[in-house]
Each structure stands twice: as structure tokens, then as C-alpha cells.
């Protein structure tokens, strides 16, 4: 009778997709708000997060707690349940007949029929994590009837919604407050500081950081209004957050102007995306900075390689400068909210005299949209193509063995952003025969080391890796820990039971995470993963009847070391 895994049937009933986005028509009001009162936000469509754009709208708990009712925010079916230790943690997807899916992140309970169906399916699976998809007839639901309890799974720092939008065809994510969704936002967004840069050969640099003073209410100033660049062409950054109704929150905001000599030169609003864009995210801010400072820059020019869709206009926001007698460029900044109330700043540009500043060293030129290999010694690389936003100076050098089979290769710099992994393979040497299942690839940055995984090649070890940085070849003998948090050998009176696992090294790159499997009695039985404590959870169930019970954890890290824990226990 259920489909799973099958794929999502395709409604006949859609509406046109010009009316997407559009609120001045009747799309506005196609969907009601998931909770029944007024509402709080703590993040915006288009927030920049780590690596990614925030694809929904963070809506708080009303009282800091989980538990809370969450309501169909229209007529529909279940589509899609997805259960995860990170992400969205237990999450729903509701497909409705105007062509949209609503998105519910971080969910605590489901309703009651939606738990039963769940269950049966992990213990069908012998699967803590799931995926799936289901037909129009499974659960269908109607406007207002209640889903699902607000919750704090998966990636989430506190209780609150992640409510999403989306074109069911397309998959592209919608910014919730263009369909009826309202949030009270009376404040203007704040505007925090400017960062100025030059170019050469299209390669862009910092030039400075400058302060910023708030005036009156919405009004922005330079110390000093006149801005020498010592470039033929300026960009422009701005550290801003938005601020809604008596909130000290800092949140996206929804666009920002460029206007140069009062005709707007650079635009972006935060309407749309798809998920295979997300990570332009890391070229749309200052990505460097961010690395190093932890501060967020929108950048008011696009890079080469930002094939991001939000820009409304061609022009790459570049200002040209004319020489330095020839007169001033007039810059005007607006920064605005979904409800329109908006900051600006204005400013002027002007070209200095003096020699350029120079690009930052490095060896080898790597076009952006050209793919790169390079071997050097016990080390290669390829780069395919637009894996950069832009030309790069390629740095590469090598320090000494640190408890490891090669030296440590030190590809460029981790605060140049990348689209998508490269491959990395590095040759060790000294290693033992035996060993060889344990050698991974490991990036070092500072005291920390994290395994990206590896798969022998001939003599080289090779992997995929998302970020530059420091590697070398290291060995994971170390089996993870298996550590009782909530478990004793009288279980009489707990409902569930709790263990930590951790390992000797994190994952990234082709590095797979801990697997882990738990047996009462050799039975296989669902133990729900919290990846940000590391936590296990088995709740007790009907399943585990009154008397002596054994029980078995085993865990596997990414080496195929293994950890098993058992023990006898009374229920
Ligand atoms: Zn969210």
C-alpha cells in the first residue's frame, strides 16, 4: 500500500510558476502560518550561514521549550519523512496542491500515526537514519490539522521551526514571507562597517576596513566621507543585520543597493535559490574574512565564478575610478528588510596617486574555470574547473613529519573557499605493510586533526577534500569509546537508556562517521543519534519485556575500528 521510495507523484493541479514569488496575487495567501499565534523569528530566508544560504525561516518557540503544536500551513500529503542525526533532525514534507511543498525542520514528536508508521519502518530497516517518500493517499492532511510537536533535532542550537518553502517541481527553496507568512519587523537593519578593495589582473583585494556611525535612526556615516582607493577599480563590502520588532536578534537581511553617482550599479534580493547554489554563498560574502575574523561581509561586486541567481543586475558592481584630478564617484548603500524599512549609507570615491598595491605571493596561477594538476614530489592534486570563484595565486609548501608517514603538504590557504571537493592523493613513506588499512589522509590545522578518509592508488593514498590546508599521511589504530551516560545493570525504572560514542579523530572529506548497532537479546533495536552531544538514545518499548536482558553496542569508525560494549541488564 506504501510507496516508499518511490517518487513523489506529480499533481496535475499546479499553479503557473510566474505566480511564484509574486504576493500581489492570490499565491500570497495559499498558506496559513504553522503555529496559531503571532510570531518570532530568530533566522531569515537568505541568512548567511556556514557554507550555505538559510533556506527557510527559524521560527522561535514561544516559551523556549519543545513541544509545541505544529499545524499543516495548507491542505496536502505527507510527501517526504526524513530522519537524520544532523540537518533538519526529523523532519516533514507536505506536498500541496498549488504547486508548493512546505518544509518542517527540527521536529520534536510527529502526530501519532505518523510515530507508528516511523517505527515500523526503523525496525524494517534496522536503520536509525531515513528517507522517505510516500504517495498522495499515505497521510493525506488539511490546512490547520496538526503534524508534528516543535522541536530541537538534528543541527539546532535551541528549540524552534525551520519552516521552509518550495516549487515541487523545481525543488528551488521560496522565501516563506512572500506566501502570507507575517512577522512583525519595525527596525531598520543596522549597518556595521565597510571593507574596500582594489583589483588586478580581475583578481580582487582587501584594501581597508573602515567604521561606521549611526547618526540618526537609519542614517549611516564614514568618519570621514571620502575614501582614497589606490586602484582603476573599487568593490565594496558591508557588515550589516537586520533587527526586527524589539529584538536585539541579528538576522539577514533581505536586499541591498548599490547606487554609484545615483544609478544603482549592484542589487540583490533574497527571494530564491536552489539547493546545488547554496554554496555560492561563500563567494556572495567575504569568505576570507569570515575565516579570519568571524566577521560577515556581503560583498557588493560578484566574483567570476558567483553563478548565483539573486543579482538583479548584469553589472558586476566594480566602480571604476577616474584618475585622481578628474573628480569624486558618489556612493549611496541601501540596505533593506522584507517589510521595506531600510538603512543607507553614503559615501565618495576617490582614485589616489601612487603605485598599486601588490597580489599576495604564490607560485602558480590557477584560472578559475580551468581545471589544475600539479604534482610535486609525494604530493598531487587536480582542481577541476570551477572549483574557485576566482584566479588564484596557488601557494604550496612542505614542513616536517609530525607523527606522520609523509611530510606535511600545505596546499594554499583554508580561507579560499572552494564549490566542491578536489582530489588529493599524497605517497607516504615508512609506512609498514601491516598499517596500510589504517593510513587515511588527515588534515592538521593547529592542535586538531581530522581524518578525510583514503583509498590506495597504487603506492599513493588518495582522497577528495573540500578545503585547503595542511595534510599528511597518519594512522587510526584507535577504536572509538562506547561510555554509559543513563545505564546501570537495574533498568527497572528508566524509560530509555543513553551512551556516548566518541573517536579518536573527526571526519570530513571521502571520511565516513561513526556506525554504530545495538542488540537486546540479539535483536536489533533503535538508538536515536544526537550528533551534537554524541548522544545514543534507546527508549524502551513494548518490545523489551520485564526480566534479564543482555545488551550489545557495537561501534565502527571509518578505519574499521571496532568498540563493542555488552552487558546484562534488568528491565
Ligand atoms: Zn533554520
Do not use: C
Request: cysteine-free.
Amino acid at each position: 500500500m506504501i510507496g516508499i521510495g518511490e517518487k513523489v507523484e506529480t499533481p496535475a493541479y499546479r499553479l503557473p510558476i510566474e505566480h511564484v514569488g509574486d504576493p500581489s496575487n492570490e499565491v500570497a495567501a495559499l498558506f496559513s502560518s504553522p503555529l496559531k499565534r503571532a510570531i518570532s523569528v530568530s533566522g531569515t530566508f537568505g541568512e548567511l550561514r556556514s557554507n550555505h544560504f538559510h533556506a527557510g525561516l527559524d521560527i522561535k518557540s514561544s516559551n523556549g521549550q519543545v513541544g509545541e503544536p505544529i499545524y499543516a500551513a495548507a491542505k496536502g500529503y505527507v510527501s517526504r519523512i526524513k530522519i537524520s542525526a544532523y540537518g533538519y533532525g526529523r523532519a516533514l514534507y507536505l506536498t500541496h496542491p498549488n504547486g508548493h511543498t512546505t518544509v518542517y525542520g527540527h521536529l520534536d514528536r510527529f502526530m501519532p500515526e505518523l510515530e507508528q508508521y516511523i517505527d515500523k519502518e526503523h525496525y524494517k530497516r534496522q536503520r536509525f537514519e531515513l528517507d522517505l517518500s510516500l504517495t498522495a493517499t499515505t497521510f493525506p492532511v488539511t490546512q490547520g490539522q496538526i503534524i508534528a510537536y516543535l522541536g530541537n533535532t538534528g543541527s539546532s542550537t535551541g528549540p524552534h521551526l525551520h519552516f521552509e518553502v518550495r516549487n515541487s517541481m523545481t525543488e528551488e527553496v521560496l522565501n516563506p514571507l512572500e506566501f502570507g507568512i507575517s512577522v512583525k519587523d519595525t527596525d531598520a537593519p543596522k549597518i556595521f562597517s565597510l571593507k574596500v578593495y582594489g583589483k588586478q589582473q580581475g583578481i580582487p583585494f582587501p584594501l581597508m576596513t573602515l567604521p561606521v556611525i549611526n547618526k540618526i535612526s537609519s542614517r549611516f556615516e564614514l568618519e570621514q566621507d571620502t575614501i582614497l582607493v589606490n586602484s582603476d577599480f573599487a568593490g565594496m563590502a558591508i557588515k550589516t543585520y537586520d533587527q526586527s520588532f524589539q529584538s536585539s536578534q541579528r538576522l539577514g537581511v533581505y536586499g541591498i543597493k548599490l547606487f554609484v553617482d545615483e544609478s544603482l550599479q549592484y542589487e540583490f534580493d533574497m527571494n530564491t535559490f536552489s539547493f546545488d547554489q547554496m554554496r555560492y554563498s561563500n563567494a556572495h560574502r567575504d569568505y576570507e574574512e569570515q575565516s579570519k575574523s568571524r566577521q560577515v561581509y556581503h560583498r557588493l561586486f560578484r566574483l567570476a565564478g558567483n553563478k548565483l541567481p539573486i543579482y538583479q543586475k548584469k553589472d558586476d558592481g566594480w566602480i571604476s575610478l577616474p584618475g585622481s584630478t578628474d573628480g569624486l564617484r558618489r556612493i549611496r548603500i541601501e540596505v533593506y528588510d522584507h517589510e521595506n524599512n531600510k538603512s543607507e549609507i553614503k559615501l565618495f570615491l576617490k582614485r589616489s596617486d601612487g603605485p598599486p598595491k601588490s597580489l599576495p605571493g604564490g607560485s602558480q596561477l590557477v584560472s578559475f574555470d580551468q581545471p589544475f594538476s600539479m604534482q610535486k614530489g609525494e604530493v598531487k592534486i587536480d582542481i577541476p574547473a570551477n572549483r574557485l570563484y576566482t584566479d588564484t595565486y596557488l601557494d604550496y609548501s612542505t614542513q616536517a613529519k609530525e607523527n606522520s608517514y609523509s611530510l606535511v603538504h600545505k596546499i594554499h590557504d583554508p580561507s579560499t573557499p572552494l564549490h566542491r571537493s578536489y582530489k588529493l592523493a599524497i605517497k607516504p613513506s615508512g609506512l609498514p605493510a601491516n598499517l596500510m588499512k589504517k593510513a587515511v589522509i588527515a588534515s592538521i590545522s593547529g592542535n586538531s586533526v581530522s581524518n578525510q578518509g583514503g583509498k590506495w592508488n597504487g603506492d599513493w593514498l588518495e582522497t577528495n577534500v573540500n578545503s585547503f590546508g595542511s595534510f599528511a599521511v597518519k594512522i587510526d589504530t584507535i577504536p572509538p569509546t562506547i561510555k554509559p551516560v543513563t545505564f546501570k545493570t537495574d533498568m527497572t525504572k528508566n524509560t530509555y537508556m543513553k551512551f556516548k560514542i566518541s573517536d579518536n579523530f573527526g571526519v570530513s572529506g571521502d571520511a565516513k562517521e561513526l556506525v554504530y548497532d545495538a542488540y537486546i537479546d540479539g535483536q536489533w533495536i533503535l538508538m536515536e543519534l544526537d550528533s551534537r552531544n554524541d548522544v545514543i538514545t534507546h527508549r524502551f518499548d513494548y518490545r523489551t519485556k520485564s526480566g534479564k536482558h543482555s545488551l550489545r553496542i557495537q561501534v565502527k569508525d571509518d578505519r574499521g575500528n571496532t568498540k563493542t560494549f555488552v552487558q546484562t541488564f534488568l528491565k
